[in-house]
């Protein structure tokens, strides 16, 4: 049943797809929230259970990658947890300042420049500061399959059944 319910959920649903692509938007979340608006809206009834908790875990595993995936990506490159914590701290606010450009090099940046100040080691540091870049890339791209994911979930959910 298209109303205007339904296309603001499938609106919060391409928001949360799109989101996952702009720094600082939540689309794990915007994506729940047109699930849920929807099935709010159906009296709980559609998307049926079983689907709503598949959506929701997919939803909650975008959160996650959107929160942790850099951190971890960095982890595995040797980075310490501070360096990781200042990094997200600096790229955000560079980000902020001067657009996407800045998440990156202030992420890239202020890893190795913490990572070198720590070891004296150029390769290590370099090393860090790469896995902390290709994690960035690899969170957005699997946030971006997630939402895609739940987006098309519900709408053959909410379409077909």
């Given at each position: 049943?298209v109303?205007?319910?339904?296309?603001?959920?499938?609106?919060?649903?391409?928001?949360?797809?799109?989101?996952?692509?702009?720094?600082?938007?939540?689309?794990?979340?915007l994506?729940?929230?047109?699930?849920?608006?929807?099935?709010?809206h159906?009296?709980?009834?559609?998307?049926?259970?079983?689907?709503?908790?598949?959506?929701?875990?997919?939803?909650?595993?975008?959160?996650?990658?959107?929160?942790?995936?850099?951190?971890?990506?960095?982890?595995?490159?040797?980075?310490?947890w501070?360096t990781?914590?200042?990094?997200?701290?600096?790229?955000?606010?560079l980000?902020?300042?001067?657009?996407?450009?800045?998440?990156?090099?202030?992420?890239?940046?202020?890893?190795?420049?913490?990572?070198?100040?720590r070891?004296?080691?150029?390769?290590h540091s370099?090393?860090?500061?790469?896995?902390a870049?290709?994690?960035?890339?690899?969170?957005t791209?699997?946030?971006?399959?997630?939402?895609?994911?739940?987006?098309?979930?519900?709408?053959?959910?909410?379409?077909?059944?």
């Amino acid at each position: 049943m298209v109303d205007a319910v339904f296309l603001l959920a499938v609106a919060l649903l391409v928001g949360g797809v799109v989101g996952t692509l702009v720094p600082l938007v939540p689309g794990g979340l915007l994506s729940l929230s047109g699930v849920y608006l929807y099935w709010w809206h159906t009296g709980f009834v559609d998307p049926g259970t079983i689907t709503l908790a598949a959506l929701t875990l997919l939803g909650v595993m975008t959160i996650v990658a959107e929160f942790f995936a850099g951190s971890i990506a960095a982890r595995a490159g040797g980075a310490s947890w501070l360096t990781t914590t200042v990094a997200t701290v600096v790229a955000i606010v560079l980000m902020l300042v001067t657009g996407p450009l800045g998440l990156l090099v202030g992420l890239f940046g202020t890893v190795f420049i913490v990572e070198f100040f720590r070891g004296g080691d150029a390769t290590h540091s370099t090393r860090s500061a790469m896995y902390a870049t290709v994690g960035l890339f690899a969170s957005t791209a699997i946030q971006a399959l997630l939402t895609i994911t739940i987006l098309l979930g519900f709408l053959v959910a909410v379409i077909v059944f």
